[in-house]
């Protein structure tokens, strides 16, 4: 059964600062990687993915893969109070049928203006 | 507006009972999941639908049912309801069949069980 842990559990920074999101994951023959941000009361909403090592960029949005350490991040770039959420992480495990996801319990990060 | 449709947003009901919690999808998508979020627990895979046929269920307890009555539409009707059956439901969908389809989730049904 694959195991997914975030860390750290919640992270307050103040607006404009760099901040670092980490996940990790049981099994190297995982597929696919995301990144899931929610609001108080709302629905999950993808963020971003990646499916091979190394780094994606999306405007403020960085994830970066190493899959032989079994470690996924999120890096946000000029934190806004906007982002204030709960950022969940999840993986595709090995021959999983679709949308069958694992995911992370959360960070909750909290942006202060 | 809202492209996935959860009805009921909150849901009380009485231990032993049943609810049927409804879901639709005008996203034009091809494959539809349950997923549940508790207090004690991750976000967490249920069933998945594509086509109205059931692809993948983990869900140990049969007193959860899918219903497709129609390609867009994918119910959950939940029988004798426990206390720890608390949690909200969300609905999702996907384009496509494969590993690489983003997910796209409803608003979710909070179910209280008293």
């Known amino acids: 059964q694959q195991n997914v842990q975030q860390s750290p559990e919640s992270l307050i920074v103040p607006e404009g600062a760099r901040t670092s999101l980490n996940c990790t994951f049981s099994?190297?023959?995982?597929?696919y990687f995301w990144w899931y941000r929610q609001h108080s009361g709302k629905a999950p909403k993808a963020l971003m993915s990646i499916f091979s090592n190394g780094e994606k960029e999306e405007g403020r949005f960085t994830i970066h893969l190493n899959k032989a350490s079994l470690h996924f991040s999120l890096h946000i770039r000029d934190s806004q109070p906007s982002d204030s959420a709960l950022y969940l992480c999840?993986?595709?495990?090995?021959?999983?049928?679709?949308?069958?996801?694992?995911f992370g319990a959360g960070t909750q990060l909290i942006v202060i203006p | 507006d809202p492209k996935i449709i959860q009805k009921p947003k909150y849901l009380v009901a009485v231990t032993g009972s049943e609810k049927i919690l409804i879901c639709e999808q005008y996203l034009g998508h091809n494959a539809m999941y349950w997923y549940r979020q508790s207090a004690k627990k991750p976000l967490e895979f249920m069933f998945s639908?594509?086509?109205?046929?059931?692809?993948d269920n983990q869900t140990a307890s049969s007193r959860f049912q899918p219903q497709s009555s129609k390609k867009n539409h994918l119910d959950l009707q939940i029988t004798a309801l426990k206390p720890d059956d608390s949690a909200t439901y969300f609905c999702?969908?996907?384009?496509?069949?494969?590993?690489?389809?983003?997910?796209?989730f409803g608003a979710g049904t909070r179910l209280s069980v008293l």
């Open positions: 099994d190297s023959a995982s597929q």
């Open positions: 639908y594509s086509y109205q046929k059931l692809m």
């Open positions: 999840a993986v595709t495990p090995r021959g999983s049928a679709l949308g069958r996801l694992h």
């Open positions: 999702a969908s996907s384009q496509g069949l494969g590993v690489q389809n983003t997910l796209y």
